[in-house]
């Protein structure tokens, strides 16, 4: 792991707010936003986090499936883009706050499900971030992570701020383990 900092993270999606809509395109698509509500049954009048939201690319996809949104970064420009792609979609029912996934601006089992897509690996510690979305969660809630898988293309590091090339399976069971989680699953949902 290069000696990358959440400073150096947020300054990397700072830089590429405006354009970051069209380059996870090429990473992920819908389907990650189809298999969180799967796994969390998310519907109704449930309340959700999405950690590290960015653009809102998640949180716009939720939202017409439940009763709230609270939607966690830590860039100020990403939220900008992200309330303007919410405000074009007609999105009233996410609320948008600054805030680090280390330090989550939410308040204890407040939120039924917390989702985080691409974000585990822009983590120093996976484990403190997995750790405070058990915290927001009510007990029986769920967490759902949708990231990348253990690679070695060590040129995401400078292109596009990864702290981690991804996690093997048994690094997640250890952070799920000592956030608490019980029960966990995985299945693949990359871009092939």
């Known amino acids: ?10 300054a990397f999606f700072e830089r590429v707010a405006g354009d970051w809509d069209t380059m996870r395109l090429a990473y992920y698509d819908e389907r990650v936003i189809e298999r969180m509500a799967a ?21 716009a996809g939720i939202a017409p499936k439940v009763g709230r949104v609270l939607a966690v970064d830590n860039s100020p420009a990403m939220l900008e883009v992200a309330r303007k792609n919410l405000a074009e979609l007609g999105i009233a029912n996410v609320e948008l706050l600054e805030g680090d996934i280390v330090a989550l601006p939410l308040k204890s089992a407040s ?8 974000v585990l690996h822009h983590a120093e510690d996976p484990g403190v971030m997995l750790q405070e979305m058990v915290r927001v969660v009510k007990p029986g809630g769920t967490v759902a992570i949708v990231d990348e898988v253990d690679h070695p293309y ?39």
């Not at 792991?1 to 947020?10: G, P």
């Not at 796994?39 to 949180?59: E, K, L, N, Y």
């Not at 939120?111 to 691409?118: E, G, L, Q, R």
């Open 1 to 10: 792991m290069k000696d990358l900092k959440s400073k150096d993270v947020q």
């Open 39 to 59: 796994v969390s049954g998310a519907v109704g009048d449930m309340a959700v986090a999405d950690i590290g939201t960015g653009t809102g690319f998640v949180a």
């Open 111 to 118: 939120v039924d499900a917390a989702f985080a897509n691409m």
């Open 154 to 192: 060590g040129w995401m590091r400078e292109e596009h701020a990864d702290v981690w090339l991804g996690f093997e399976a048994e690094q997640v069971e250890g952070f799920f383990r000592e956030a608490g989680l019980t029960s966990y699953g995985y299945e693949s949902l990359g871009m092939q």
